[in-house]
């Protein structure tokens, strides 16, 4: 418990100090940590909050969110791999309207659908994602088209260049926040995506 604490401490003095944007600071805290190695007694554990509710420092703040059962149908749902809403469980936390989290609403199989349609799709211009900064918009046109060959290839070797989707980290989507102005704009983003297909 004391180390859970004094994780606490450290991460809210972390996100404390003046003239540092909080969220920027708390990326690098967690990213400089070696795989394993990173002290996550500060994280809100959602499976551990809601199963036990035990007593500690994160846990009172998570609360059961009510959905509206009828705003998506079964079959709609179904037909986006979704499992129908009334099975969904929602959490959110005290003092964050708005905030939502729901555990895996998906039916078997569809969590890989959607992980490629996020691949495809969304990592496609005009959306705005982190190789932009180091390539130009030719070279970062369809991340997916240029990279699948070398996701295919089963065999690790650490000599093969990564491929673009190896190094692509996040995509924005709609509002972009641009870290060096501290500026947003929004982004016409107006994908279609495609109803999932039994087993893909």
């Not at 400089?32 to 551990?48: E, K």
């Not at 791999?81 to 729901?102: D, H, M, R, T």
């Not at 070398?150 to 190094?167: D, Y």
């Not at 929004?186 to 039994?198: A, Y």
Request: hydrophobic residues 35%; glycine residues 8%.
């Amino acid at each position: 418990m004391g180390k859970m604490s004094a994780a606490v401490g450290s991460v809210a003095t972390l996100a404390a100090e003046p003239g540092e944007d909080a969220f920027r600071k708390l990326f690098r805290f967690y990213r400089q940590s070696r795989p394993g190695t990173a002290d996550l007694g500060a994280v809100i554990d959602f499976s551990a909050a809601h199963a036990a509710r035990g007593p500690g420092p994160e846990a009172h703040k998570v609360v059961r969110s009510q959905l509206s059962l009828s705003s998506v149908s079964d079959h709609d749902a179904h037909r986006a791999g979704l499992q129908p809403v009334s099975k969904w469980q929602a959490y959110g936390l005290e003092g964050y309207p708005g905030f939502i989290f729901i555990p895996n609403p998906f039916l078997p199989g569809y969590q890989w659908h959607w992980v490629k349609q996020c691949l495809k799709l969304y990592s496609q211009k005009p959306n705005v994602c982190n190789l932009d900064k180091h390539m130009t918009e030719e070279q970062t046109q369809d991340l997916w088209e240029q990279s699948k060959e070398f996701l295919r290839c089963k065999e690790v070797n650490k000599r093969r260049p990564r491929s673009l989707l190896e190094k692509l980290r996040w995509v924005t989507l709609g509002y972009h926040y641009n870290w060096d102005s501290k500026s947003k704009w929004l982004l016409p983003v107006g994908f279609r995506v495609s109803e999932p297909k039994q087993g893909s």
